[in-house]
């Protein structure tokens, strides 16, 4: 992942080996909807509704937050599920996950969607570093508009 951030302007350094090797990310933020590591990497709804107050906690601590990159299906269903609760969009009706996803949002924040960048993912070709950095390519560009 990082050196898809570096390339995309995101990160000080392609990768990182430790909290203490320099790595600064710029203009990002980096989150986890669900803050456990259940059985099988998959949390279950239950496990997903347990962390969602944690969510809900972090977006209010992020007041100039303008634009969201969701890894994966469960990211982005938790984080739509956020905008629901928070009263950002009336329903989640019309926002739906897939590679490549962007929605501007009615309080003008911008929502980007993308395959999850797991080994299950990359090894199997369905999420390419090209498709990854396209991804975040387009999130600059929108920062930067």
């Known amino acids: ?14 990768e990182s080996t430790s909290r203490d090797d320099g790595m600064k990310l710029k203009d990002m933020w980096i989150s986890a909807s669900v803050r456990c590591a259940p059985p099988g990497n998959k949390p279950l709804p239950e496990e997903q509704r347990n962390c969602a107050h944690w969510l809900d906690e972090e977006m209010t601590l992020l007041p100039r937050l303008k634009l969201v990159v969701c890894l994966g299906k469960i990211g982005f269903d938790a984080f739509v599920a956020y905008l629901v609760r928070s009263g950002v969009v009336a329903s989640r009706a019309g926002i739906e996950f897939r590679h490549g996803a962007e929605y501007k949002l009615p309080n003008g924040m911008h929502l980007l969607g993308t395959y999850h960048p797991s080994l299950q993912n990359t090894n199997t070709g369905k999420l390419t570093k090209e498709m990854f950095f396209k991804t975040f390519a387009r999130a600059r560009a929108l920062l930067e508009a």
Request: charged share 5%.
């Open 1 to 14: 992942m990082f050196p898809v951030l570096y390339e995309a302007g995101f990160a000080s350094q392609p």
